[in-house]
């Protein structure tokens, strides 16, 4: 099975409106992270939020949100008021507790383009 | 202070030589990662090394690629007798620790783009 599942190859967004980019999980590890990346057409990644498995509240980042839900084993990324600049690949990846692997596991990623 | 550096930005080569790809991580960051980005596709692990502990080498792809870390801090990825499906592009990330938390965020260097004719 598949540790992080990005089901939206591609998004369209128009500026200014919100948009939830979903994420999946597969684990038994009661301790984990979550971490969401942009990567624009630049190529570098860059490190948006994170959200802890034992964290109660949903991690917020300025216009980023996560909405964790854990029973369902979600992480969606929330973009509120969405800028042109927003337009990249987005990924979603997850790191179990120490004592399972030091991998961190990225999802395929979802193409947003905002539109003007 | 100064992120994820990593060298050269782009490395063209022919077939069957070897190359040499180098990262510099955060000041202060025990953990570091290498990364192989195909055109268009996801991150695929390749090793992983933290602090003076034996690096996680699971995800080298053939006995082709090594990579070592001097001093826990700068490391080298060396890929010999290069094919044109090592063409990619290598990233390097590193965090802060590797013990779980958000301390185990990682900070991705621009990456190498490597092309084998």
């Known amino acids: 099975a598949q540790k992080i599942t990005q089901t939206q190859p591609g998004m369209f967004v128009q500026e200014k409106e919100a948009v939830t980019l979903d994420c999946t999980y597969d684990t038994s590890d009661p301790s984990y992270g979550l971490f969401w990346y942009k990567q624009p057409s630049s190529g570098e990644m860059i490190f948006l939020i994170y959200?802890?498995?034992?964290?109660?509240q949903n991690a917020t980042e300025g216009r980023y949100s996560l909405n964790f839900q854990k029973a369902r084993k979600s992480a969606n990324l929330v973009i509120s008021a969405s800028q042109l600049g927003d337009s990249a690949m987005y990924f979603c990846a997850m790191r179990e507790g120490r004592n399972t692997g030091n991998q961190f596991y990225f999802g395929t990623g979802t193409s947003l383009t905002v539109i003007p | 202070g100064a992120g994820v550096s990593q060298s050269p930005s782009n490395k063209v080569t022919e077939k069957g030589k070897d190359v040499e790809l180098r990262c510099d991580p955060i000041?202060?960051?025990?953990?570091l990662y290498w990364y192989r980005q195909s055109l268009g596709q996801g991150l695929e692990f390749l090793i992983y090394f933290q602090g003076n502990s034996a690096p996680d080498k699971s995800g080298l792809p053939s006995d082709r690629f090594s990579a070592e870390r001097t001093g826990g801090s700068v490391s080298t990825l060396t890929i010999q007798r290069t094919q044109q499906e090592d063409s990619a592009v290598y990233l390097c990330a590193s965090s802060l620790t590797g013990w779980g938390g958000r301390a185990d965020t990682q900070y991705f260097g621009p990456g190498t783009r490597l092309t084998v004719l």
């Open positions: 959200q802890g498995s034992y964290d109660q």
């Open positions: 000041s202060g960051h025990t953990a």
